[in-house]
């Protein structure tokens, strides 16, 4: 069964919702909870150790009701059979969409066009899990006898963006090795990198689904030109590995096939850390940590398919998200984790959420009128609230901002928690209430000015406030909980792709700039310019010259 294909706005909740938009963009955060005094009970979920919520959105009951009639007039329910059915739902590409078999522990059989892939899965795991063990335990050594210490992934995307955000944020949970990702093109980023390395202890970890990704194959040659340079030929099998789907351009670029670890087509690249692509991470956390990352992602994807979805995390945020940008016009969202462990969340997202609903044609074929993707940004709190919020807060833009929090800090330090939590509420809460003209001269009149200051500063100190915010706020930050964190924003990126009719698992438009970089290397590398538009002749002599 394919996907269906039906534009949101022509159903009868899209017209209502439109309508609706009209009485509740007049109304504050404030009258909404004044007005119903069951709200934050009936706008949050609990599930495991996760509490989402989604109270102080500008939303009340009739909002949730007529997104939840959206999702069902184009066929949510339907197409999540398709998705979990194995059905080959990225059309444009004809593959299926199936890493959450990857994660699936209880599962004896998953088909993916009548072939059962759980016995390969598990035998990639077990082959992860040796290795892994291999390499922290130092039975695999280096080409002079000595124990690995440093571990370089070279990849780009979601060959590399995975692995980088789930190492560094699971670093309390690190072992001994040395873990390091090298992604860009920019030779200034593999050099540095080489310069604090050692031969003797280094393993390269070369990841491509595609085995063809420019940047990659260029630093993988660099990496192993050093290596070559440093010590031999003869040596790289000891310290060269690959993750790849493509085995043959692996063996072509003298990887030997013992050394390759494989995934499948139906893993796209920014839904790939599941698989054999988050090699580093087990390595670098212990294989039992990989696990547990792959049960909390599986614990969120059965509450995404059993859950009705009023109850729903991954639905209701997804709604949440198309509620605001396409009823509200909002142009972005931003994601603050309250931890500086979750550095690196929001560039990951911005790969997830963007590369997969960055669409504007539809499931039909056709260019759609109306808004998809959302432009995903944020920065960990308490440092954005040093930075950006002065323009969530008072800026002219409507910013939907998703704050994650933990009850539970790693190292225990109560005072540092404390302080950091108490930011973390009170950032919702300001933004959600402001502060009005009232408050404010109240404040100002106790501060001993003149009628004509207090006059003069007035406007500048009031905040409308009625921002939007979503809290999630979880038990601790482990390998589990991240899990189900990440899945859940897969979950809804399927979601959203699903309301708004477009196809989220393919990335056609990152071909194009592709296929011109060839083309103009190919004229650099000979000093012969080829045809272009003025600017870019412009740009290339003054670079050539
Ligand atoms: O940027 C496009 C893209 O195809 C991503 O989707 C992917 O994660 C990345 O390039 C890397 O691709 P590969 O793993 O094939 O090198």
Redesign the pocket.
Known sequence: MALPTINPTTTKAWKKLSDHHEIIKRKHLKELFETNPQRAEQLSISWNDFYVDFSKNRIDNTTMELLLQLAEETKLKEAMTTYFGGETINQTEGRAVMHTALRNSTAQEVLIEEINVIPEVAQVKQKIKTFSEQIINGELKGHTGKAFTDIVNI???????GPAMVTEALEFYKNHLNVHFISNVDGDHVHQNLKKLNTETTLFIV???????Q??LSNAITARNWFIDKVSKDAVGKHFVAV?SNIQKVVDFGIEEDNIFPLWDWV???F?LWSA?GLSISISLGYDNFEKLLEGAYQMDVHFKDTPFKENIPVVLALLSIWYNNFFEAESEAIIPYSQYLHRLPAYLQ?GIM?SNGKSVDRNGDRVDYQTGTIIWGEPGTNAQHAFFQLIHQGTKLIPAEFIGFKKSLFGDQEHQDKLMANFFAQTEALMNGKSKKEVLAELETKNLSQEKIEQLLPFKVFDGNKPTTTLLIDQLTPESLGALIAMYEQRIFVQGIIWNIFSYD?WG??LG?QLADTILNEVDKKELGKHDDSTINLLKYYLS
Not at 155 to 161: A, N, P, V, Y
Not at 208 to 213: C, D, E, L, N
């Open positions: 990849g780009i995307g979601g060959s590399d963006l990841v491509s689904k595609s085995f063809g990704t940047e990659t790849s796209g690249g920014r790939s692509v790969q590369e990335q990152v071909e592709k």
